[in-house]
């Protein structure tokens, strides 16, 4: 009877151990999950994907997704429209997103118990004893790390993922940046085509004009040469730049994911930049102010953040490695009956057991400890230098900003509309006979100079800008809205 009642109290108190033990456990698992749930589900263009809106998951139909997909380019886009695309289907933007969702997986491996282990023995000799001859044995043993391992690595593995996140946001920002970078190199290339076709036009115009001249003796050969040597000139710049479209069409569409040679339609007014309603203004413009925002929101910032966190974590971790690990389980012992007659009837034998990992071997520890401070010290190191490389680029962005917004200013308001009269003027003063036919070709090439840089202004200025909403984070948040309604 005394045996039963022990048997009894060790298994309940080996089910109530595990059942705290276990309920430990589960706990730190919703507060895992809970963390997890709460980091932010980014859009993303695979069709199982799902979209974050109003702080519930709705899932997007690949119905939906193919049937915007076949109009989603048509005619000529805009730059917004193109960058949607380049969010929808770029490889290196997925890539990023599943290492993010890949990261979210590991904090419920690492935070739960390790899986308990079963045990069974078979006694090749009978051990002998009053009650009878113990044949087996069957026993299960839970490993118990020290009080907040677990709750530790299910941190670091939720700043791991977090880390993952803004590495996201990071391609994520520097995609949409490079695509308005290559939208206006090409924009620029096919204007600079424009203009100089239309100057070589004009030239040949003159040509016409100076050979029936030549040839009624009222004009000169040497103003014949001059002009076939400017229109030689003009039309190799025209081959240049139409080779020239290949490779940049190539790079545009690569960040697009699609075929290289494919063709990129272009709106007319892609350059024609309004200034006062750029990404930011000249008011704006200040650095310190810049800075803090660039501290606040820059991923790759925000990335090293994560990092050191998770350092933190590490280190606190590695510091309870020094205490031991338990195990807490039980055997159970089969007894089997006496031959002799008369003997007391044989119970099988219930043995509670308890493991400790003892942590003697303290060198390896210490390093274990070392290496985490280390790492640590590195990921602030490396963020001090992030940061210095980051202001670098957010001065010389604001540079070229109030640079090219100067030039803008400059050649569409003054340089070639004045250019353009004093053409026009020497133009009628070369017909007149005042004027000779090299000074008519300075103010040209001037005119032509000068039509070349403000379109060159234009584009610097739309890529300067979104440079700077790149550093900024400008570009985190766009597109959610477009995708969350299920318009990719």
Same mark, same amino acid.
């Given at each position: 009877?005394?045996?039963?009642?022990?048997?009894?109290?060790?298994?309940?108190?080996?089910?109530?151990?595990?059942?705290?033990?276990?309920?430990?456990?589960?706990?730190?698992?919703? $507060?895992? $999950?809970?963390?997890?749930?709460?980091?932010?589900?980014?859009?993303?263009?695979?069709?199982?994907?799902?979209?974050?809106?109003?702080?519930?998951?709705?899932? %997007?139909?690949?119905?939906?997704?193919?049937?915007?997909?076949?109009?989603?380019?048509?005619?000529?886009?805009?730059?917004?429209?193109?960058?949607?695309?380049?969010?929808?289907?770029?490889?290196?933007?997925?890539?990023?997103?599943?290492?993010?969702?890949?990261?979210?997986?590991?904090?419920?491996?690492?935070?739960?118990?390790? /899986?308990?282990?079963?045990?069974?023995?078979?006694?090749?000799?009978?051990?002998?004893?009053?009650?009878?001859?113990?044949?087996?044995?069957?026993?299960?043993?839970?490993?118990?790390?020290?009080?907040?391992?677990?709750?530790?690595?299910?941190? *670091?593995?939720?700043?791991?993922?977090?880390?993952?996140?803004?590495? &996201?946001?990071?391609?994520?920002?520097?995609?949409?940046?490079?695509?308005?970078?290559?939208?206006?190199?090409?924009?620029?290339?096919?204007?600079?085509?424009?203009?100089?076709?239309?100057? &070589?036009?004009?030239?040949?115009?003159?040509?016409?004009?100076?050979?029936?001249?030549?040839?009624?003796?009222?004009?000169?050969?040497?103003?014949? +040469?001059?002009?076939?040597?400017?229109?030689?000139?003009?039309?190799?710049?025209?081959?240049?730049?139409?080779?020239?479209?290949?490779?940049?069409?190539?790079?545009?569409?690569?960040?697009?994911?699609?075929?290289?040679? =494919?063709?990129?339609? +272009?709106?007319?007014?892609?350059?024609?930049?309004?200034?006062?309603?750029?990404?930011?203004?000249?008011?704006?413009?200040?650095?310190?102010?810049?800075?803090?925002?660039?501290?606040?929101?820059?991923?790759?910032?925000?990335? *090293?953040?994560?990092?050191?966190?998770?350092?933190?974590?590490?280190?606190?971790?590695?510091?309870?490695?020094?205490?031991?690990?338990?195990? +807490?389980?039980?055997?159970? %012992?089969?007894?089997? /009956?006496?031959?002799?007659?008369?003997?007391?009837?044989?119970?099988?034998?219930?043995?509670?057991?308890?493991?400790?990992?003892?942590?003697?071997?303290?060198?390896?520890?210490?390093?274990?400890?070392?290496?985490?401070?280390?790492?640590?010290?590195?990921?602030?190191?490396?963020?001090?230098?992030?940061?210095?490389?980051?202001?670098? =680029?957010?001065?010389?962005?604001?540079?070229?900003?109030?640079?090219?917004?100067?030039?803008?200013?400059?050649?569409?308001?003054?340089?070639?509309?004045?250019?353009?009269?004093?053409?026009?003027?020497?133009?009628?003063? &070369?017909?007149?006979?005042?004027?000779?036919?090299?000074?008519?070709?300075?103010?040209?090439? *001037? &005119?032509?100079?000068?039509?070349?840089?403000?379109?060159?202004?234009?584009?610097?200025?739309?890529?300067?800008?979104?440079?700077?909403?790149?550093?900024?984070?400008?570009?985190?948040?766009?597109?959610? =809205?477009?995708?969350?309604?299920?318009?990719?």
């Amino acid at each position: 009877m005394i045996r039963k009642l022990i048997h009894i109290w060790l298994h309940g108190l080996l089910v109530v151990g595990l059942a705290l033990l276990s309920a430990c456990s589960s706990t730190y698992n919703e $507060k895992s $999950k809970t963390i997890a749930d709460s980091a932010r589900e980014l859009p993303t263009a695979d069709v199982a994907e799902r979209v974050a809106t109003g702080g519930k998951f709705q899932a %997007v139909s690949s119905e939906a997704i193919s049937e915007t997909s076949s109009l989603f380019l048509s005619g000529k886009p805009s730059l917004d429209e193109y960058i949607l695309f380049a969010l929808k289907e770029s490889s290196e933007l997925k890539s990023a997103f599943e290492a993010y969702r890949a990261a979210l997986q590991k904090s419920p491996q690492v935070s739960t118990l390790p /899986d308990p282990t079963l045990n069974y023995g078979y006694f090749l000799k009978e051990v002998e004893t009053r009650v009878g001859p113990q044949d087996q044995r069957i026993g299960v043993m839970q490993p118990i790390p020290w009080f907040g391992k677990l709750t530790l690595k299910g941190e *670091i593995a939720d700043s791991e993922a977090k880390a993952a996140f803004y590495a &996201f946001l990071a391609k994520k920002n520097k995609l949409v940046a490079s695509v308005t970078d290559a939208y206006f190199e090409l924009a620029y290339l096919r204007s600079a085509t424009e203009i100089t076709n239309a100057n &070589f036009e004009l030239l040949k115009r003159w040509e016409q004009v100076l050979n029936q001249r030549y040839r009624s003796q009222t004009g000169t050969q040497a103003n014949l +040469i001059k002009v076939q040597v400017e229109l030689g000139t003009l039309e190799d710049k025209v081959e240049e730049l139409k080779d020239f479209e290949a490779p940049l069409r190539a790079r545009f569409n690569a960040l697009l994911n699609r075929q290289a040679l =494919e063709e990129v339609p +272009i709106a007319d007014s892609a350059l024609e930049a309004t200034l006062d309603t750029s990404l930011k203004t000249a008011v704006e413009l200040n650095q310190q102010a810049l800075e803090a925002q660039l501290s606040r929101n820059n991923p790759d910032l925000l990335y *090293i953040d994560a990092v050191i966190k998770a350092k933190e974590s590490g280190i606190e971790l590695a510091n309870k490695n020094f205490y031991p690990d338990f195990g +807490i389980g039980a055997d159970y %012992v089969f007894v089997g /009956d006496r031959e002799q007659a008369g003997s007391e009837s044989s119970d099988d034998a219930l043995v509670g057991m308890l493991s400790i990992r003892l942590p003697l071997y303290r060198s390896k520890y210490e390093a274990g400890l070392s290496q985490a401070k280390k790492e640590k010290r590195s990921a602030k190191e490396m963020k001090k230098a992030r940061i210095y490389a980051l202001h670098s =680029e957010l001065a010389k962005s604001i540079f070229e900003i109030k640079d090219s917004k100067r030039r803008v200013k400059l050649y569409r308001n003054t340089l070639v509309p004045k250019s353009e009269e004093s053409l026009e003027s020497t133009y009628t003063a &070369f017909e007149s006979g005042e004027s000779s036919f090299l000074d008519l070709l300075d103010a040209e090439r *001037i &005119f032509l100079e000068f039509k070349l840089s403000l379109a060159r202004a234009q584009a610097d200025y739309q890529t300067a800008n979104a440079e700077l909403a790149a550093l900024l984070g400008d570009f985190s948040s766009m597109g959610d =809205e477009t995708l969350s309604k299920g318009a990719l």
